[in-house]
Nanobody, 122 residues
């Protein structure tokens, strides 16, 4: 499975941004998709995950109520809608894919996109 993330950019605190991740080379509708982020000097952090059919979704505590993950299996795409962005949301955002993963366990995801940088200024 190859993943291509996009949509990052420079925004101001309080703004919104939408990230997308397009998958190819596999059966997208069979994999759990996750969004993670990594700020400079920090470990990769779980942001949100969604099961193959989209019925089960899980968020990291720091983004609950502000971010929404969704997927379109017909378009092999998972999206992350981010609202009320904060400076602490600044990071490189990665999409990951895996089968039978524990949502927030980075090591469970064998496939990763290249990352897209989100910078939130104050």
């Amino acid at each position: 499975v190859q993943l291509q993330a996009s949509g990052g950019g420079l925004v101001q605190a309080g703004d919104s941004l939408r990230l997308s991740c397009v998958a190819s080379g596999g059966t997208f509708s069979s994999v759990t998709m996750g969004w993670f982020r990594q700020a400079p000097g920090k470990e990769r952090e779980f942001v949100a995950g969604i099961r193959p059919a989209g019925g089960i979704i899980y968020y990291g505590d720091s983004v609950k109520g502000r971010f929404t993950i969704s997927r379109d299996n017909a378009r092999n795409t998972v999206s992350l809608q981010m609202h009320s962005l904060k400076t602490e949301d600044t990071a490189v955002y990665y999409c990951g894919a895996g089968v039978g993963v524990f949502f927030s366990r980075t090591s469970d995801y064998p496939y990763w996109g290249q990352g897209t940088l989100v910078t939130v200024s104050s």
